[in-house]
């Protein structure tokens, strides 16, 4: 992390640059963890349905759901998008050359807002609702 002006830049990775161990490992488990929870959020799951669903305890929904990943490996939460009707591909490619340690990355798909105007109603302005859409569906 450089300074500038006073202020320190970031690396792009917040766990790297509080120097914990593992940063990329923390990334990606937290980006798992976000399109997990988005998933559940989406379906409009419980914590009870959602471990229900994913053959664990509640308790262990709500510290996915609360960002507490350290019981939980990056295999697992492979297995939890599986079940919940995702795709994962992994794609490795060789080092670019630089200084820099070979890295882990999460790309996943954003949820994007689309706007859906409502019938208007009788005294005011249009409503608009934001709806989240899938990449590939809506879920």
């Known amino acids: 992390m450089k300074k500038d002006n006073g202020y320190e830049i970031s690396s792009g990775n917040v766990f790297a640059d509080l120097s914990l161990p593992n ?16 998933i559940i959020k989406a379906k409009k799951l419980t914590q009870a349905a959602a471990a229900e669903l994913l053959g664990i305890d509640q308790p262990k929904i709500s510290a996915l759901s609360t960002g507490k990943l350290s019981g939980f ?66 879920i």
């Open 23 to 38: 940063p990329e490992e923390r990334l990606a488990k937290a980006n798992l963890a976000i399109q997990i929870n988005t």
């Open 73 to 138: 490996s990056l295999e697992r939460l492979f297995r939890f998008l599986n079940i919940l009707d995702q795709d994962i591909t992994i794609h490795v490619t060789p080092k670019k050359r630089s200084k820099k340690a070979a890295h882990i990355t999460v790309d996943a798909p954003t949820q994007k807002a689309t706007l859906i105007k409502q019938p208007k109603a009788s005294s005011s302005s249009p409503r608009i609702q934001a709806r989240k859409k899938s990449w590939k569906q809506r």
